[in-house]
């Protein structure tokens, strides 16, 4: 054994089984709001599967619709997709269903089984058919060779016909992706490769999943179906309800920040302690490619890592940090606090386009239109900085704004408690205060 194993040609290091790289792109569509349907309701034949649905889909929205099996997930998906129609109303005197997309924008859908794909016709041919010359760089970055071409979609495993059919809509240059569970039968790879790549996509995309880690990972809003009822979860792990639609009427919140790159750091700290951990733990367990494999990702993360401490470090120092949920908010001080002309600036995200907020020693300013979510968010927690760590007696919430006195804060935050009148609410609910200041 020991003199074949001499003879054996050993490469220099392992390679990745295979690379998958995977970009989704978005169509040109400008349109806010993508789509959004209204008394949507189905069965088959007597029994009712869903009622009455409402939704409202925007522009960069990562919709992740969750529930239990048979609850009408594809049922949704596929009435999205016009596969299916929805009942006519009930009586006259109902409200028809409407399922409205924005001018010009393009939707794909896979479906649950197919993946998109058309049964029955080879893998390469298919992909010719469609996208003539690209085929073979489309098909390389997904991760199959020559040898998968003459497969039709029923011969290739259930992991391969998910990558073909995501390499399909990754071709499509839609506005609207619908997903009816990609991330079945994906591996490691393949699955993180589809989590980044609906991270980057700037379309608005619903994904039917029952893997709870993926959905936290790219969701930024949550609906499930229940009791025939399709509705949105107010956050991970909250049992509170909401409508889908809640933004038919005024204006709707727009989706949570991505997150900061602090938040992203640690993701990728402790994804690269597992890999590492896999490493150390199994040493001889694993083959030499899964060996390889294992350190070809600890290599591409660290390089993801070294360039983010670069970006977090770059960032400017902050004096004080709270959490005001959603938000963090983060507060500079500025100018000569000695002297009596101290100011500041109070922001949520270290980016340009994010709006912040300036004190100037009298009054805070918002530095351009911000929805009311995010700014009485950033609000309440640069009150907080203000009144409860640099002891400032009073704010003027811009030129012509009300003015708010440290007193009356600690009174309205329950910090000293007032006999207060009935009615009464805390502070940080400020969107009414803002709403009234402009
Ligand atoms: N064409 C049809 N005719 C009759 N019943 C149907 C039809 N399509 C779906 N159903 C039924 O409607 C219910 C919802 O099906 P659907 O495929 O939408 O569920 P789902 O939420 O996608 O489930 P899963 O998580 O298993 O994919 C199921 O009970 C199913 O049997
Ligand atoms: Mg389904």
Not at 79 to 105: C, K, M, N, R, Y
Not at 218 to 223: E, N, P, S
Request: aromatic content about 6%; charged content about 25%; hydrophobic content about 40%.
């Amino acid at each position: 054994l020991r003199t074949r194993a001499g003879r054996v040609e050993v490469a220099e290091a392992p390679l990745p089984e295979r690379q998958i790289r995977m970009r989704l792109l978005a169509g040109t569509a400008r349109a806010r709001v993508v789509a959004w349907g209204e008394h949507l309701s189905k069965s088959y034949g007597e029994r009712s599967i869903l009622s009455d649905a409402s939704f409202k889909l925007r522009q960069g929205d990562r919709v992740a619709l969750m529930g239990a099996n048979g609850t009408g997930k594809t049922t949704l998906m596929r009435l999205l997709s016009g596969e299916t129609f929805p009942d006519p109303p009930a009586s006259e005197q109902a409200a028809p269903p409407t399922l409205q997309f924005a001018g010009g924008v393009t939707v794909a859908s896979l479906d649950q089984i197919w993946h998109g794909l058309t049964p029955g016709e080879g893998l390469r041919a298919q992909f010719e058919r469609r996208f003539g010359n690209r085929t073979n760089g489309l098909l390389g970055r997904a991760g199959f060779t020559e040898a998968d071409w003459p497969k039709t979609p029923e011969q290739l495993s259930g992991g391969e016909r998910a990558r073909a059919g995501l390499a399909l809509v990754s071709a499509l240059r839609a506005d609207v992706l619908l997903l009816d569970e990609p991330t079945n039968h994906l591996d490691v790879e393949a699955l993180q490769a589809l989590e980044g790549a609906v991270q980057a996509y700037a379309g608005a995309v619903v994904i039917v999943t029952h893997d709870r880690r993926f959905a936290r990972e790219v969701a930024t809003r949550l609906w499930v179906i229940e009791d025939r009822e399709l509705r949105e979860v107010a956050g991970w792990g909250a049992r509170e309800y909401g409508d889908p639609a809640r933004s038919l009427e005024g204006d709707p919140p727009p989706p949570p920040p991505p997150p900061t790159p602090r938040q992203r750091l640690g993701r990728l700290e402790t994804r690269l302690g597992e890999v590492r951990r896999d490493l150390d733990a199994l040493p001889g367990s694993l083959s030499g490619r899964e060996e390889g494999r294992l350190r070809a990702q600890a290599h591409a993360l660290q390089q993801e890592l070294y360039a983010l401490y670069a970006e977090v470090h770059a960032a400017p120092q902050w004096d004080e940090q709270v959490r005001e949920p959603p938000l963090t908010v983060r507060a500079q001080r500025l100018g000569d606090w000695a002297g009596g002309g101290g100011g500041g600036m109070f922001w949520a995200a270290h980016d340009e386009s994010c709006p912040h907020l300036a004190w100037d020693g009298r009054t805070l300013r918002f530095s351009g239109p911000v929805e009311a979510w995010y700014g009485a968010a950033l609000l309440g927690g640069a009150l907080r900085v203000l009144f409860e760590r640099w002891n400032v007696g009073r704010a003027q919430l811009g030129e012509a704004g009300p003015v708010l006195t440290r007193r009356q804060y600690f009174e309205r935050t329950g910090t000293v408690r007032p006999a207060g009148p009935p009615g009464w609410s805390p502070l940080p609910a400020a969107a009414p205060l803002l709403r009234s200041s402009g």
